[in-house]
């Protein structure tokens, strides 16, 4: 399957704001792209397209093509003959010709009333023709409008990617295809894969079977949390599953023709309970009764931070049987991977089993490793080895570059703004996946206690969107060394397609823009307001689960008036209902339909509260807005 359902759907619905065949006004209004070009120059009129436009392209730019048509075809039954070489009535052209001089990934893209040509090579070309499907609108009398346009791009940063942890629950082959065609859709070009933790193995290694047969199962349990019950005895592990190398081989292929590179991580030396689930002998505890976990019930947290297992999560560092398995397993995924970089998770290790170890603290001793933490750089530093072996990078999480970094590692920083600049003043190349500046997606989407269950925190997409990874503390060389940004999905609480739909959207536009777009032409306003209400009415129409916005951006306020007026400039999704009450009951299709502005007086010493609802053209509904107008004598001597 070449072409997913997402890019079918999204290139049939509307890109313009008000755009269709014959409408002026909306010819000349800037297009509602996501992320945002480098430069766009609007001009009057449109080309249109149909079936009978020509296209002409170069040789090296005919997978593009290929591209091109099959959503044409798969959408609109449109069948366009295309020219290779000279074609002189050639009415869309497709070059690499003069593309020498874009920076990498750049395309230009240029529309007039007599054609239209996209100039590029490689990823430029492909995200060039992901522009210009946002641009194509669903056809009128078998024809489509696109609007003149003059458009120069480029992306700011060369990492764009999203994480997708599959290990706490398992998703398809088929869903990870259908993420990587949304990804390809908004210009994202790394897949970070999590494949292995404590819930789950789920990548087969041909030389330690057991890692599959045992480590990819679980018990099933509804959802993860402090109070998991842990496996009970007798009780069967029916749930998970696992990628065969096939499977991945192909995942791999069909990212690669959407210009996206596939990160694996493994994640060791903690996190790695299902693997000590099938390979007892790695852990210091050597403990046969351990099972892979079914949530997060083998761990005490502690009021003012840390924790303590009550299994064995943690691979044992002074074992060479444990260098033996991790060079079996890390040469598989190199084999199998691409990628020049392996991710070898490295985060929450747990050294309480070592530290109570005799045979690990006479190692240490003899070794003159001081503590537990200079142990696990001991681990570290023998796995970097191994990976440099197999000719790939290491990168891992925050955590290994704690303490003296002698070795040669790229850092995946999630810690926010301190921790990265004290990074890269080690001289450390890094990525940037702070969850504090909103690019945590499993984190709720507002403080409200609507959303779904969540790993925690709140973070709202115009925290991802306003987050600016070129920090002003560094210096520009400093700067360097930011390949790019990544938001991560952890799936404690994700257990299907529809949340992770839910969770993922529409933060992940949010991610697009501001890992592509730069910040001179980063504008929320613009952003929410004009091009977010077109893709979500894209997601409406296609059945894409996502976060309908509400009509105010608080959830919960009080406002200290007599008289309000309740104004909707526009719904959040076009076609969308908004109904109210002024009753403090919640408010469904039965209730007031807000169609005009309403002002609501506030009698002396009273409160009145507002709630609002979105209910999309789907029915998709936002969680619920609460407005207390407070006329009190309080308020007022507040």
Not at 557 to 562: M, R
Not at 589 to 597: F, V
Request: hydrophobic share 35%; charged share 20%; net charge neutral.
């Amino acid at each position: 399957m070449y072409f997913s359902k997402y890019v079918k759907i999204y290139t049939c619905c509307l890109a313009l704001l008000g755009f269709s065949v014959g409408n002026s006004a909306a010819q000349q209004a800037a297009p509602a792209l996501i992320p945002m070009p480098r430069s766009v120059k609007t001009d009057t009129g449109s080309f249109i397209f149909s079936s009978n436009t020509l296209i002409r392209a170069d040789v090296k730019a005919q997978r593009v093509v290929d591209y091109f048509k099959g959503q044409l075809f798969s959408r609109w039954k449109f069948n366009n003959k295309v020219a290779t070489g000279a074609a002189e009535n050639a009415e869309l052209v497709i070059t690499t010709s003069g593309a020498e001089q874009l920076p990498e990934e750049g395309y230009r893209l240029s529309v007039t009333p007599a054609g239209i040509t996209l100039t590029g090579r490689n990823a430029g070309l492909f995200y060039g023709m992901q522009t210009l499907l946002q641009l194509i609108s669903g056809p009128v009398n078998g024809a489509v409008a696109i609007p003149c346009v003059t458009i120069e791009d480029a992306p700011r940063f060369g990492y764009r990617g999203l994480m997708l942890d599959v290990s706490r629950h398992f998703f398809t082959v088929e869903q990870i295809k259908d993420l990587l065609d949304m990804m390809a859709y908004y210009k994202l070009n790394r897949f970070h894969w999590h494949l292995t933790d404590d819930q789950g193995w789920r990548l087969e290694i041909k030389s330690c079977p057991e890692l599959t047969q045992v480590g990819a199962w679980r018990v099933p349990r509804i959802e993860f949390g402090g109070n998991t019950l842990p496996p009970q005895p007798g009780e069967k592990a029916t749930d998970g599953g696992f990628y065969t190398q096939e499977q991945v081989k192909d995942v791999i292929r069909y990212a690669a023709e959407r210009h996206i590179e596939i990160l694996p991580e493994i994640d060791v030396p903690g996190h790695s309970m299902a693997a000590i689930a099938a390979y007892p002998e790695l852990c210091v505890t050597r403990n046969k009764d351990i099972k892979v976990n079914p949530g997060s019930s083998f761990a005490k947290w502690f009021p003012n931070g840390g924790y303590e297992m009550y299994e064995d999560n943690s691979l044992n560092p002074t074992d060479e049987r444990v260098y033996t398995f991790l060079d079996k397993v890390f040469g598989e995924v190199a084999a199998l991977f691409p990628y020049p970089y392996i991710h070898i998770g490295g985060d929450e290790c747990y050294k309480g089993f070592w530290e109570k170890d005799a045979a690990v603290q006479s190692f240490m001793k003899t070794h003159r490793i001081r503590n537990t933490h200079e142990l696990q750089s001991y681990f570290i530093s023998r796995l970097n080895k191994i990976i440099q072996s197999k000719h790939k990078k290491l990168i891992a999480w925050d955590e290994v570059a704690e303490g003296n970094v002698k070795d040669s590692i790229t850092i995946m920083s999630r810690f926010g703004e301190k921790a990265a600049i004290a990074q890269i003043r080690k001289g450390l190349d890094i990525v940037l996946a702070p969850g504090g500046n909103g690019l945590y997606f499993d984190y709720a989407q507002s403080a409200s206690d609507q959303e779904p269950s969540s790993h925690g925190g709140d973070a709202p997409a115009w925290k991802a969107y306003k987050y600016n990874p070129g920090y002003p503390a560094l210096s520009a060389e400093e700067r360097k060394h930011i390949m790019g940004v990544e938001a991560c999905i952890w799936t404690e609480n994700i257990a299907d397609v529809s949340k992770l739909q839910y969770m993922m959207l529409p933060r992940m536009l949010a991610l697009a823009e501001t890992g592509w777009s730069d910040e001179t032409v980063k504008d929320y306003l613009r952003f929410a307001g004009t091009a977010l209400p077109l893709h979500l009415e894209r997601f409406d129409k296609a059945g894409i689960n996502y976060r309908v916005p509400t009509v105010f951006n608080y959830t919960d306020s009080t406002i200290a008036t007599g008289s309000f007026r309740f104004e909707v400039v526009q719904p959040p999704v076009p076609g969308a209902r908004i109904f109210y009450t002024l009753n403090n009951r919640p408010p469904g299709d039965y209730d007031h339909e807000y169609t005009t502005p309403v002002t609501i007086i506030v009698p002396k010493g009273k409160t009145i509260t507002l709630k609002t609802i979105v209910i999309t053209p789907a029915g998709r509904r936002s969680i619920i807005t609460r407005t207390v107008l407070d006329n009190s004598n309080k308020s007022e001597n507040q």
